[in-house]
T-cell receptor
Framework: GQQLNQSPQSMFIQEGEDVSMNCTSS?????WLWYKQDPGEGPVLLIA?????ELTSNGRLTAQFGITRKDSFLNISASIPSDVGIYFC????????????????FGQGTILTVHP | GAVVSQHPSRVICKSGTSVKIECRSL??????MFWYRQFPKQSLMLMAT?????????EQGVEKDKFLINHASLTLSTLTVTSAHPEDSSFYIC???????????FGPGTRLTVL
């Protein structure tokens, strides 16, 4: 099945620094999504990407759908303490036929810690 | 928009009892709902996918007789953990999407502890 490699696994940064994380897949995806999960909560959708090369921003967050369709990155600029959490990439692969019911494959997550 | 709720947020039960978790889409029709399980500091593990009015499709290794899923309406899906054991203790999260919508929107999760 599809595999997603997300890196880095964890990051410890100072407030104000920029952050970058990425995901690569073993197969072509037609959708990339980035979620943030706070402790004890469900993931919250940050950015959705639908086309190769697409670059989308949401406030201080920017994500891109790689042109090979096998990778995506998420950047956070000028980090603040509330950016702390676990960030997950998720992708939906092209299905060979029939319906996949929209199943997503998730990366392992990047744990972000921001020191004030 | 795209709000999903889960109830209860926490449940503690005795071994051998059954527990029902509800997942509701509050402002959209959820044609498809997904149930995930998450262990501490790990990613989300898909357990099953359910379409409204159909039987759920379970992922390999997930016991369908133990984790009963019902998706009887476009706004409600339930997960029942039958004869729960301590190893079933986990964080269970549902998500929902509607036809034509790709992203899944997640509920806040349910922390299940089986004593």
């Amino acid at each position: 099945g599809q595999q997603l490699n997300q890196s880095p696994q964890s990051m410890f940064i100072q407030e104000g620094e920029d952050v970058s994380m990425n995901c690569t897949s073993s197969s072509i995806f037609n959708t990339w999504l980035w979620y943030k999960q706070d402790p004890g909560e469900g993931p919250v959708l940050l950015i959705a990407l639908y086309k190769a090369g697409e670059l989308t921003s949401n406030g201080r967050l920017t994500a891109q759908f790689g042109i090979t369709r096998k990778d995506s990155f998420l950047n956070i600029s000028a980090s603040i303490p509330s950016d702390v959490g676990i960030y997950f990439c998720a992708g939906r692969a092209l299905s060979a036929g029939g319906t996949s019911y929209g199943k997503l494959t998730f990366g392992q997550g990047t744990i972000l810690t921001v020191h004030p | 928009g795209a709000v999903v709720s889960q109830h209860p947020s926490r449940v503690i039960c005795k071994s051998g009892t059954s527990v029902k978790i509800e997942c509701r889409s509050l402002d959209f029709q959820a044609t498809t709902m997904f149930w995930y399980r998450q262990f501490p500091k790990q990613s989300l593990m898909l357990m099953a996918t359910s379409n409204e009015g159909s039987k759920a499709t379970y992922e390999q290794g997930v016991e369908k007789d133990k984790f009963l899923i019902n998706h009887a309406s476009l706004t409600l899906s339930t997960l029942t953990v039958t004869s729960a054991h301590p190893e079933d203790s986990s964080f269970y999260i549902c998500s929902a999407r509607t036809s034509g919508m790709i992203p899944q929107y997640f509920g806040p999760g349910t922390r299940l502890t089986v004593l």
